[in-house]
């Protein structure tokens, strides 16, 4: 049986805003690794392939074809599917990855005959088996087949961390980047999160605790990556001590050299700043720290574990060991214009190397979205709208022209004020700098449209 694993092409909302910049797709690659054994496997990676989808199929004759989703893709992942029964009916479509898991009911169309709301070793063996067999397709857990009117076991799961398969994108692996650093692989080594904040998805998927993978497929996922840069996607890598120390040590008794990039909480730079300082030494380069904001009552109400105080002990400590700070903060809907000026202020003083932020989104699938729904300007399966810097909830003490005007302010102020330039163009060279600087001008230009639009209603 010959199987392609698709991922979609950007969709046009996040080429505009300059999000040209893509990581591997690793969820690909595991299933890859899971079926190499029994079938004919290959990954299609549309967002770094130039070859139309119907000539693809023509060439490599699937017949199944799986397509991973991401939390925006519903539009195109449909009308892939919706392509490939139109070329051939006979190919039998599949969808995972994580809007699959979030709302599987989006994928319910003539077009879909499985949708996999989580994957593993076991139900991803059993699902091909049963294609393979051309049979009735039994109830699988978290596989919801059209043939059963998408019934769900309701055993819940989450897709399985499985060592992947990296010669599968080899052809499209110097495309991979991370923020600037090209060519980047990726990597996790534990899922979860004990932090627990309120305003986030992940630890609501994985689990309020951290999940550790085997630290033997750590090391050998170490080992299997060839790029320079390791961005390690786990939510609050740098939270024990004990493990990092082991990576260490791994790192250096096979003299590994590699630079690191990856997530980390204030809460756990500050318990573990031993740790740090010698993970420092083995390759860290860059963290992604949550500050959030520059109020107290809102990391209060965040629930963040960590005070304004914290952050800026957290960021002196980095700048002390020399590790750059990637920042990101929220913007809070009830903000005034007092606010913004007290938040670039405070930008200022904690002056990380780049910082981005975005405005509160109370996702459909948290807690939060009750809180907001009689402010919501975005309609629940306006899919494509949830994620890319929209302003959600319309702002309480300013109209929303004005919210979009101050949103604006902040945006140039950190570009031209606050974000190293020098330091970028140092790092990425001028050429992706320009390319990064390209989102802010589509920014810009997209809020002022809806600045006019607002005005006009
Ligand atoms: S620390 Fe990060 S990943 Fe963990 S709950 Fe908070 S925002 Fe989510």
């Not at 299933?31 to 000539?55: G, S, T």
């Amino acid at each position: 049986m010959r199987v392609l694993l698709v991922r979609p092409p950007r969709i046009k909302k996040a080429i505009a805003l300059g999000e040209f910049m893509y990581s591997e797709p690793i969820g690909l690659e595991m299933v890859y690794k899971v079926l190499e054994d029994k079938y004919e496997v290959e990954i299609f990676d549309m967002m770094a392939d130039n070859m139309p989808l119907d000539e693809k199929i023509r060439a490599y004759k699937p017949q199944v074809i799986a397509i991973t989703s991401l939390c925006i893709d519903v539009i195109k992942v449909l009308s892939i599917s919706r392509q490939i029964k139109e070329l051939n009916n006979s190919i039998v479509t599949i969808v995972g990855g994580t809007q699959a898991y979030l709302n599987p009911g989006a994928f319910m169309d003539s077009s879909m005959d499985h949708i996999m709301k989580y994957s593993n070793e076991k139900n991803l063996l059993k699902l091909y088996g049963e294609i393979e067999k051309v049979c009735e397709i039994p109830l699988i857990d978290g596989v919801l087949s059209k043939s059963r009117n998408y019934e769900d076991s309701k055993v819940p799961g989450v897709n399985e961390y499985i060592l992947p398969n990296r010669k599968s994108t080899q052809k499209y692996r110097h495309n991979y980047s991370y923020f600037g650093y090209k060519p980047t692989a990726i990597m996790g080594t534990s899922r979860g999160c004990a932090k627990t904040c309120r305003f986030c998805l992940r630890w609501r998927i994985e689990g309020h605790a951290e999940e550790y993978f085997p630290m033997d497929m750590v090391k050998e996922d170490i080992r299997n990556i060839k790029e320079d840069y390791v961005m390690v996607f786990d939510n609050d890598f740098l939270h024990n001590s004990e493990r990092i120390n082991e990576i260490c040590n791994f790192l250096e008794d096979e003299k590994i050299n590699k630079k690191f990039i990856c997530y980390a909480s204030v809460h756990s730079i500050l318990e573990n700043k031993e740790t740090v300082k010698r993970f420092k030494d083995n390759g860290l380069v860059a963290l992604l720290v949550g500050y959030e904001t520059f109020k107290s009552d809102e990391l209060e109400y965040y629930e963040k574990k960590s005070t304004i105080d914290d952050n800026l002990e957290a960021s002196r400590f980095l700048k002390s060991i020399n590790v750059d700070v990637w920042a990101s903060f929220m913007v809070h809907p009830d903000w005034t214009k007092e606010d913004f000026k007290g938040f670039r202020q405070y930008i200022k003083l904690l002056s990380p190397q780049v910082s981005s932020f975005s405005p509160l989104t109370p996702f459909p699938n948290l807690p939060l979205y009750k809180e907001y729904e009689d402010r919501l300007l975005v309609k629940k399966d306006d899919y494509e709208s949830w994620s890319f810097g929209q302003i959600t909830i319309r702002p309480s003490n300013m109209s929303l022209s004005s919210y979009y005007l101050e949103t604006l302010k902040t945006n140039f102020y950190i570009n031209l004020f606050t974000n190293n330039v020098f330091y970028m163009v140092k790092k990425f060279g001028i050429g992706r700098v320009i390319r990064l600087s390209q989102g802010s001008f589509n920014l810009l230009i997209k809020y002022l449209k809806l600045m006019a639009k607002n005005s006009k209603s």
